[in-house]
């Protein structure tokens, strides 16, 4: 059973996750709104994990610089651009997370 704490750590990072990796799939069959609106979220999501204490500043500053980029290449319609940024973001947030999660949880036994 995982512990409160790293309950509530993996959800806030992988609320982040969800939404980046939902705008990689509507990116990768370029449905601009919802691609668009999804990666919005994602950036609400990282500001959210950085005050829940789950990211650093620094960690947040760069994933929403890197998110920012994905939302002008959907506004304008780079669809392949966004796309390989969403993938590459979605692998590395999913590893980052978890390997949070277990670090938290083997701490606590």
Do not use: P
């Not at 601009?32 to 500001?47: G, P």
């Not at 994933?63 to 973001?89: K, M, P, Q, T, Y």
Request: hydrophobic share 40%.
């Amino acid at each position: 059973m995982i512990s409160e704490g790293c309950y509530r750590l993996a959800g806030n990072l992988f609320t982040a996750w969800v939404f980046i990796d939902s705008a990689r799939r509507y990116a990768s069959v370029e449905e601009k709104e919802k691609a668009h609106s999804a990666t919005i979220n994602a950036r609400a999501a990282v500001f959210d994990a950085e005050k829940e204490g789950a990211m650093t500043e620094g960690e947040a500053k760069a994933l929403n610089n890197d998110l920012n980029e994905v939302i002008h290449a959907i506004e304008w319609r780079e669809f392949a651009e966004g796309r390989e940024r969403l993938e590459s973001l979605s692998e590395q947030i999913f590893m980052s997370s978890l390997e949070k999660v277990v670090i938290c949880e083997c701490a606590k036994r």
